[in-house]
């Protein structure tokens, strides 16, 4: 596609359900990070994809947040048992590679809400 | 570990006004630099960019410069617009730290007529 997407937009949800966020990376693009927005909050790394690379969870605040990437494209990001306080833009990038010059182009975010 | 540390906000500015949006950084390695800008409503998108010490990247008519002896890449404009209204970011990414992001907490600016 044009762009990195991502699904749902916006998601409400009761405190201790599970979740799911989509992200569909721009194509050929092998580097895929997932990052959080807080309200008033810079932007916190998740996780990222580099191929077919082990991922980098060094930036999971739980046990209760996972990721995985199919195929080496579309991500899910998974939220277990969610809390008040994972309410947040989830905001998901990718890039052509992971040198330090590659520009991270960033999807639209999903608003999640908690009850 | 790497970290960005970038003007608090909200700056609010008159239309034609000069804008300086401050940031420095601590790295252990040799960073690229960014600026992103998120318009209301928007995403995050690429402002402009610099790879190594001393390059100016520029777009939109702002600018910055990777400064290595002063650890700062501070954005500049020299006359804004309404336009400009958005949050802008700060962000450096380094391999020795996996090319992760490290992004500053956003500086809001809002420009009047």
């Known amino acids: 596609g044009a762009g990195v997407s991502q699904s749902p937009s916006n998601k409400v949800t009761e405190k201790g359900k599970d979740v799911e966020l989509r992200c569909d990376p721009i194509?050929?693009?092998?580097?895929l990070y997932w990052y959080r927005q807080s309200l008033g909050q810079g932007l916190e790394f998740l996780i990222y994809f580099q191929g077919n690379s082990a991922p980098d969870k060094s930036g999971l605040p739980s046990d209760r947040f996972s990721a995985e990437r199919t195929g080496g494209s579309v991500s899910t990001l998974t939220i277990q048992r969610t809390q008040q306080e994972d309410s947040a833009v989830y905001l998901c990038?990718?890039?052509?590679?992971?040198?330090?010059?590659?520009?991270?182009?960033f999807g639209p975010g999903t608003r999640l809400l908690v009850l | 570990g790497d970290s960005v540390t970038q003007m608090e906000g909200p700056v609010t500015l008159s239309e034609e006004a000069f804008l300086t949006i401050n940031c420095t950084y601590t790295a252990t390695g040799y960073p690229s630099l960014f600026w992103y800008v998120q318009y209301p409503g928007e995403g995050l998108q690429l402002l402009l960019k610099a790879t190594k010490a001393d390059d100016k990247g520029s777009n939109k008519g702002f600018e910055a410069t990777y400064r290595k002896e002063t650890t700062s890449f501070h954005l500049e404009k020299g006359s804004v617009q309404v336009s400009d209204s958005a949050v802008y970011f700060c962000?450096?990414?380094?391999?020795?730290?996996?090319?992760?992001?490290?992004f500053g907490t956003g500086t809001s600016l809002t420009v009047i007529p």
């Open positions: 962000a450096l990414s380094a391999s020795n730290t996996g090319n992760q992001f490290y």
């Open positions: 990038a990718s890039s052509l590679g992971t040198g330090e010059k590659e520009t991270q182009y």
């Open positions: 194509s050929g693009h092998t580097a």
